[in-house]
């Protein structure tokens, strides 16, 4: 008898499940899609200690009859494809067919569906039918998945803490409820909401029920269209940053996936808007032919592959820096409100739930998403702030608008907090000044100069308050624009010939990849020639190159021929004109006389973005007369 065996249902489920089934919210996430695939306009999720107890997900979808619930759990069952050409077409969250049968093996699970004629009740445990029995006619379908991994220890034994899983499954829900608004999602933990969505369809409603309403304000609609690709979705403005990329949600065809060069993309498009590792929050929607993607490439189906991807990054990059070269403004110092106890109260989320323990909650969110809090408590609850402060911090800096009471709240960003108010149609979020107001763009103030302070900071007023000036970053805005139209135009044929050559010396590997792709090089004007089996010298270069800088600039060239097997020199000259602007510009402690502060702020009026630095950081702030007032107590 051969060695080699066909392994049964039952045991290749189980290793099925070890694919798909990694943590509570896996299960979450099959179970949602599925639902949403059923064509559910309301789906609640309720889960006991993270899902480790129980996960339940009930819908209104379409439901099943008796048959298809029974053979639902057989592997590869699906309605979702039929032949092969169905898989170059998928509109569904689902096809594979997998999910219910990995789950099942893993778990007790209960299932009541109905159409809405015949209602079925099927009980599993390990995979195998305990019970089945007709069930109630209420259209949809009703899944409980008890004791996950009870029959696979070593996988229990490392679940990370409640805490843990639960930020999982919050996120997973985030995302889900974003890349759904038309459905009204809920999610409850041990009986207390987490996330309520009204399931109206509006995307920017759905990221104050996420984000909180103040956060949602401040991010603006774009919407752009190539021959194949439509995007459209809302960014954050400049003065809101996060410290992760967490905060950037892809969705393609209605899936939410994760995709390094689309992340990249937006980043690339807030250049010298965000200081660095600085992120923004974006919910990004990718329409085009299914044709065009290939969504079977990955266990839990998170990453993608697309067709024409130059084009469509391309069209991502410059769809969002129009939009937000459009609404840029000055920043405004203002003051910061305590918030109500009524409010407080509504924030301490976890305050019904005594098994969680808050610090451990905080420091676990902190680590899932590496997000910084320099001016946040450090528990749930806010603290005392100071009742004047600037809001320029690592985190936002606050543009010229009346001021918005704001919860100093530890994980206000990361946990959706229940917010009645943001349900509503009269919801400030539906006005539609909201976004005439948003999207004008704020020419630059014409300023008197009136001093300056400490050789750092000119000092600058008008009708309706005054400006603070960091004189070096404005100065580097001036001559950022100046060197980048300086060496913005690609010439191969200047080059500067080198006194000692530079020899480079590389991996087998990369000296193959190298001489593959030399002529992107020479393309640029970098041209490598041989010497030796895996090294190489180069004894010329382009004479754009900033003096010391020739190597450094020739290793990133070629570290992105290796990476990308393509050489971009105008990223290139890009980060070479944010050196010399930062290296030329006037610095701390240098004073100015009231002509050079008048000619300063002449040539930053003429620059195409003067309100940030090409790091990002603001370039001047504003006082209001207003607030300069509340602070002497002129006005109460």
Known sequence: MGKIQIMDAWLSNRIAAGEVVERPASVVKELVENAIDAGSTSIDVFLLEAGLTSIQVIDNGSGMDEEDALISFSRHATSKIHQEHDLFRIRTLG?????LASI???????????????????????????????????????????????NTPARLKYMKTIQTELGHTIDLMNRLALGNPQIAFRLLHNGQQLLQTNGRGDVQQVLAAIYGMHNAKKMVAFQGESHDYKVSGFVSLPEVTRASKNYMSLFVNGRWVKHYLVQKAIIDAYHTY???????????????????????????????RLSKEPELLKLIEETIRGKIRDVVRV?????????????????????????????????????????????????????EQPAYTATY?????????????????????????EQPEILQEESPLNQPTLEDEETKKEPFPALEVVGQIHGTYIVAQMEDGFYLIDQHAAQERIKYEFFREKVGQVNPNERQALL???????????????????????????????????????????????????????????????????ADVKK?????????????SIKANHYLTKEQMVALLDD?????????????RPVLIHFTTYEVEKMFKRVM
């Open 393 to 417: 911090t690592e985190d936002s800096w606050q543009p010229s608008q009346p001021t918005q009471p704001k919860a100093t709240n530890h994980i206000e960003d990361q946990l959706p907090l």
């Open 500 to 566: 000692l050559p530079l020899t480079f010396h590389y991996a087998a590997d990369e000296a193959l990849i190298l001489r593959e792709n030399r002529q992107q090089l020479e393309a640029v004007g970098v041209y490598l020639e041989d010497f030796g089996q895996s090294s190489f010298v180069i004894r010329e270069h382009p004479s754009w190159f900033p003096n010391g800088e020739e190597q450094d600039i020739i290793e990133d060239l070629i570290e992105q021929v290796l990476t990308t097997k393509t």
């Open 274 to 304: 965000l200081p660095i590792e600085r992120f923004p929050i974006v919910a990004l929607f990718i329409e085009g032919d299914p044709y065009l993607t290939d969504v079977n490439v990955h266990p839990a189906k998170h990453q993608i």
């Open 95 to 99: 096809f594979r067919g997998e999910a």
């Open 604 to 616: 930053l009026r003429e620059a195409d973005n003067p309100f940030t630095c090409p790091h990002g």
């Open 331 to 383: 920043p405004l110092m203002e003051k910061k409100e305590k918030i109500p106890k009524s409010a407080t109260e509504q924030l301490n989320i976890w305050k019904p739930a005594p098994k969680l323990d808050v610090e451990k909650m905080n420091a676990i969110v902190e680590k899932l998403y590496d997000t910084q809090t320099v001016q946040e408590s450090s528990s749930i609850l806010p603290t």
């Open 104 to 150: 099942a093996s893993v778990s007790k699970m209960t299932m009541i569906t109905s159409t809405g004629e015949s209602g079925t009740h099927v009980e599993l445990e390990g995979g195998h039918v305990t019970m089945q029995k007709p069930g109630p006619l209420r259209k949809g379908t009703d899944i409980t998945v008890a004791q996950l991994f009870f």
């Open 572 to 584: 290139m000259r890009e980060a070479a004109a944010i050196m010399m602007s930062c290296k030329k």
